[in-house]
């Protein structure tokens, strides 16, 4: 599995041949100035929520590409009357995709488009093929439901986790979520895109090396394989 980190929450996840754009925010991040939009490839769009800072850019990237969206069904209507094609799925669902598994699970968070409609509730992604597992887990606080997910499918191998504190988590909740995950691999995203969620990342690092884990910070627009 690849994994290359486009600033915020915008991660692309190459996994049996297919390429995962999760939660796609890059026009509008100023740290994100590099990476261009028209040159990303996507084979599908995963969407854990519908704030701005998590679809900005997925009209744009799903027309070029042709995309397949995959998130709650709200959002799936949402995109299909712009005439972008998706696949709907809620809570506690999965569905065999080309590439491989996919659940959607909880998030503690909120859901709405830019102009205030509704947006469905916001969740997570647990996608698996039979050698990986990886969790994104959106835009969430810590939540003991994390607890289901190595319960119900494999242990995530990564778990990409919301670390700016303010709208979600932060670091130190993030090391109890990858307790919970029994995870001891977490990819850090959502922060320092905007002031509320600048922060330390030294010591976050530092927090998690304490305990015997690691916490993979990486620059917007590199990659790594795990
Ligand atoms: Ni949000
Ligand atoms: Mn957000």
Redesign the pocket.
């Known amino acids: 599995m690849k994994i290359t980190y486009l600033g915020h929450a915008c991660i692309l996840v190459e996994i049996s041949g297919k390429k995962l754009l999760f939660d796609p925010f890059i026009s509008g991040n100023e740290l994100a100035a590099h990476i261009d939009i028209n040159k990303i490839e996507a084979d599908y769009i995963l969407i ?2 519908g ?1 701005q ?2 679809i900005l850019d997925v009209e744009t990237i799903a027309n070029r590409t042709k995309a397949k969206i995959i998130s709650n069904f709200e959002i799936v209507n949402y995109f299909g009357n712009l005439g972008i094609e998706g696949h709907p799925m809620n809570h506690g669902g999965s569905w065999t995709f080309d590439f491989g598994q996919v659940k959607y699970v909880n998030a503690i ?3 709405s488009f830019p102009d205030g409609s509704y947006a469905g509730n ?1 969740g997570g992604f647990v996608v698996w093929n039979d050698e990986q597992c990886l969790y994104f887990a ?2 969430t606080a810590l939540t003991m439901d994390m607890k289901l997910i190595p319960m119900l499918g494999p242990t995530p191998d990564i778990c990409i986790l919301p670390v700016g504190d303010n ?2 988590m932060g670091i130190e909740e993030a090391l109890i979520a990858s307790d919970f995950l029994e995870c001891n691999k977490i990819m850090a995203c959502h922060f320092d895109t905007f002031g509320y969620i600048v922060i330390d990342k030294n010591k976050a690092k530092q927090n998690f090396s304490d305990k015997g884990k690691e916490l993979v910070m990486v620059d917007i627009g590199e990659a790594f394989t795990i």
């Open positions: 854990t929520h704030h800072d998590h968070h909120s859901s916001p959106g835009d709208f979600t």
